[in-house]
C-alpha cells in the first residue's frame, strides 16, 4: 500500500520564503503565484507541468488554500497588479 500524505502538510509558511505568505512547503512558489495562474484559467495539470517541480496534488493544496482565504489572497493579487502598473510607468515606452 503507498503511503498516505497528510495533506495539511503541504502548505507552510517561513519568514526567509515567499516573504513569510504561504507557500507549497519545501518550495519557493507560493500560493498567490499559484492562484494567479488558476485565476488567469490555467488548469491545476498546467500550473504543476509548468513548475515541474511541484505534483499535481501540491497545486490542488495551493488551490484550496486558495479557496479558504480568497479574499486575502485576491488583496494581496491586486495590490501586486497595482504596484506592476505603478512600476511600469516608471519604464521608457519602446514605441
Known amino acids: 500500500m503507498a503511503a498516505l ?3 495539511g502538510v503541504l ?3 517561513a ?3 515567499c516573504g ?3 507557500h ?3 518550495t519557493g512558489v507560493s500560493v498567490r503565484r499559484v492562484a494567479g495562474w488558476y485565476k488567469l484559467g490555467r488548469s ?3 500550473i504543476a507541468d509548468q513548475y515541474g517541480h511541484i505534483s499535481l496534488a501540491q497545486v490542488y493544496a495551493a488551490i484550496a488554500y486558495y479557496h479558504a482565504n ?3 489572497i485576491d488583496e494581496e493579487l491586486r495590490n501586486e497588479e497595482a504596484e506592476y ?3 511600469s510607468e516608471w519604464i521608457p515606452s519602446s514605441k
Open 5 to 7: 500524505t497528510d495533506i
Open 11 to 13: 502548505i507552510t509558511r
Open 15 to 17: 519568514p526567509g520564503i
Open 20 to 22: 513569510g505568505r504561504p
Open 24 to 26: 507549497i512547503a519545501q
Open 44 to 46: 491545476p495539470e498546467e
Open 70 to 72: 480568497r479574499d486575502t
Open 85 to 87: 502598473d505603478r512600476l
